[in-house]
């Protein structure tokens, strides 16, 4: 009771003087809503209703008064929340007032309880950040697969051999085509032979988006050797001779990479639905997966009316073809005309470029203009990280207990100059994560 008297006598030695003198207390007391009164030992407590109660102790009946900033009250709240078991702010309430009342105790409290580490690590929100807008790489025209994503599915299983087979998907992410091969494993050498494929069929690409070792690594066995292709030199040295710049997203960031993943998405849905339980050989599998590009490339990418005079939806394979695949060519030539005469190519050509131009400008004012509101509602920005706060990394094959600790050493801003990933710095490694897997520690003020 020492620490007791002597922090009431710090914070109300006024109303502890008028008490003892037998006066009434001043109206801007703070306790005078309680109507304190002094026991034998000049403690100032509550008077409450309670006081014929026979079985309630003293305690309950008359909790002590305390004031809501002293460093006394602090080490009591903290006393109760670990005997409540590192509850929340309610229970350790309940907890506190079997003895004591503090003033403003729930705010008090909360304001105590916020510095508690532990609660945090358990409690804490991860990052958030504001959706972040498109490259500039995504939203100018370019030729089809000029800029694209690659990623690999699988794997399947074929009946003639019972063998493995993976699919590398390629899709264009400004037309939003789709290219896939069926390729047998995953080395060095398969892969380039399949990326030789697909520059042959579609054109030398300028920038290739993927994902990275850690990312794959969240992945079954199998997929973890993709980084070892994509990092091996012999795919460096190709892609550098070629002049093709390959750039990765964050790790653990799959959504960074969301213009592929959905694809991967779709591709993977056509095929449960097609295939089933069914097992087909390799020549099968290939003619459905070629099916499939087909079907992917010839989606509406612009909104399909109702109305019989508006025109086609626009679909990727109009960048490609000029129409959908599974459409009969708009170009009517009569059959005695002369295909090969100067006057019908350069009318042919003046065609196509003017259907071409068409496609553009439907694919800038219908598609890209709709990608202004394409999104979920506003996030809100979490509070902001600062290099050498503590976080603890999210890992989704741990429970939260065991998620790591870490120590932020730098900030990584996107295009926009927001905080969109950090490089951390755990006990045996230096690592990259976005915003949205790390759980700040620290206290805001």
């Given at each position: 009771?020492?620490?007791?008297?002597?922090?009431?006598?710090?914070?109300?030695?006024?109303?502890?003087t008028?008490?003892?003198?037998?006066?009434?207390?001043?109206?801007?007391?703070?306790?005078?809503?309680?109507?304190?009164?002094?026991?034998?030992?000049?403690?100032?407590?509550?008077?409450?209703?309670?006081?014929?109660?026979?079985?309630?102790?003293?305690?309950?009946?008359?909790?002590?008064?305390?004031?809501?900033?002293?460093?006394?009250?602090?080490?009591?709240?903290?006393?109760?929340?670990?005997?409540?078991?590192?509850?929340?702010a309610?229970?350790?309430?309940?907890?506190?007032?079997e003895?004591?009342?503090?003033?403003?105790?729930?705010?008090?409290?909360?304001?105590?309880?916020?510095?508690?580490?532990?609660?945090?690590?358990?409690?804490?929100?991860?990052?958030?950040?504001?959706?972040?807008?498109?490259?500039?790489?995504?939203?100018?025209?370019?030729?089809?697969?000029?800029?694209?994503?690659?990623?690999?599915?699988?794997?399947?299983?074929?009946?003639?051999?019972?063998?493995?087979?993976?699919?590398?998907?390629?899709?264009?992410?400004?037309?939003?085509?789709?290219?896939?091969?069926?390729?047998?494993?995953?080395?060095?050498?398969?892969?380039?032979?399949?990326f030789?494929?697909?520059?042959?069929?579609?054109?030398?690409?300028?920038?290739?988006?993927?994902?990275?070792?850690?990312?794959?690594?969240?992945?079954?066995?199998?997929?973890?050797?993709?980084?070892?292709?994509?990092n091996?030199?012999?795919?460096?040295?190709?892609?550098?001779?070629?002049?093709?710049?390959?750039?990765?997203?964050?790790?653990?960031?799959?959504?960074?990479?969301?213009?592929?993943?959905?694809?991967?998405?779709?591709?993977?849905?056509?095929?449960?639905?097609?295939?089933?339980?069914?097992?087909?050989?390799?020549?099968?599998?290939?003619t459905?997966?070629?099916?499939?590009?087909?079907?992917?490339?010839?989606?509406?990418?612009?909104?399909?009316?109702?109305?019989?005079?508006?025109?086609?939806?626009?679909?990727?394979?109009?960048?490609?073809?000029?129409?959908?695949?599974?459409?009969?060519?708009?170009?009517?030539?009569?059959?005695?005309?002369?295909?090969?005469?100067?006057?019908?190519?350069?009318?042919?050509?003046?065609?196509?470029?003017?259907?071409?131009?068409?496609?553009?400008?439907?694919?800038?004012?219908?598609y890209?203009?709709?990608?202004?509101?394409?999104?979920?509602?506003?996030?809100?920005?979490?509070?902001?990280?600062?290099?050498?706060?503590?976080?603890?990394?999210?890992?989704?094959?741990?429970?939260?207990?065991?998620w790591?600790?870490?120590?932020?050493?730098?900030?990584?801003?996107?295009?926009?100059?927001?905080?969109?990933?950090?490089?951390?710095?755990?006990?045996?490694?230096?690592?990259?994560?976005?915003?949205?897997?790390?759980?700040?520690?620290?206290?805001?003020?």
């Amino acid at each position: 009771m020492f620490w007791v008297r002597i922090t009431q006598n710090d914070s109300y030695s006024n109303e502890i003087t008028c008490l003892k003198n037998n006066k009434s207390l001043p109206r801007d007391s703070k306790p005078l809503c309680l109507n304190p009164f002094l026991d034998s030992n000049g403690i100032l407590r509550v008077t409450g209703r309670l006081g014929k109660s026979t079985h309630l102790s003293t305690f309950e009946k008359h909790p002590i008064i305390l004031p809501s900033k002293t460093k006394l009250t602090e080490l009591l709240i903290w006393d109760s929340h670990k005997r409540v078991f590192h509850s929340g702010a309610s229970h350790t309430l309940v907890q506190v007032r079997e003895k004591y009342w503090i003033l403003k105790s729930r705010q008090t409290i909360k304001s105590v309880l916020s510095k508690c580490t532990i609660c945090k690590r358990f409690n804490s929100s991860p990052g958030t950040q504001v959706i972040a807008p498109l490259p500039d790489i995504r939203v100018e025209q370019s030729a089809p697969f000029t800029i694209i994503g690659v990623d690999f599915a699988g794997p399947l299983f074929v009946k003639d051999t019972n063998a493995k087979q993976y699919i590398l998907l390629i899709t264009c992410a400004v037309t939003r085509s789709v290219h896939l091969e069926l390729v047998g494993d995953m080395t060095t050498d398969t892969f380039l032979l399949a990326f030789r494929r697909f520059i042959s069929r579609r054109g030398l690409c300028s920038v290739v988006i993927s994902d990275n070792a850690r990312t794959f690594k969240r992945a079954e066995l199998e997929i973890k050797r993709i980084w070892n292709i994509l990092n091996h030199p012999d795919v460096k040295k190709f892609y550098s001779f070629n002049g093709i710049k390959w750039q990765y997203i964050v790790e653990r960031a799959a959504w960074w990479g969301g213009f592929y993943e959905r694809m991967v998405r779709t591709v993977k849905t056509a095929l449960r639905k097609t295939l089933g339980k069914s097992c087909l050989t390799v020549e099968q599998l290939l003619t459905i997966l070629i099916e499939i590009e087909g079907m992917i490339n010839s989606r509406p990418i612009t909104y399909v009316g109702s109305d019989t005079e508006e025109p086609t939806a626009l679909t990727p394979a109009h960048f490609l073809l000029g129409k959908r695949i599974t459409s009969l060519s708009s170009v009517r030539l009569r059959l005695d005309s002369n295909l090969s005469s100067r006057k019908c190519l350069i009318k042919s050509f003046n065609y196509r470029e003017r259907l071409m131009r068409s496609f553009w400008t439907r694919w800038k004012n219908e598609y890209l203009m709709n990608l202004r509101s394409a999104h979920s509602s506003l996030v809100k920005n979490s509070s902001p990280f600062k290099v050498n706060d503590v976080i603890v990394i999210k890992d989704d094959h741990l429970p939260r207990n065991f998620w790591k600790l870490g120590r932020i050493i730098e900030l990584l801003p996107g295009r926009d100059g927001k905080v969109r990933a950090c490089k951390v710095k755990t006990e045996s490694t230096i690592i990259k994560r976005p915003v949205q897997l790390l759980y700040n520690l620290e206290i805001q003020d």
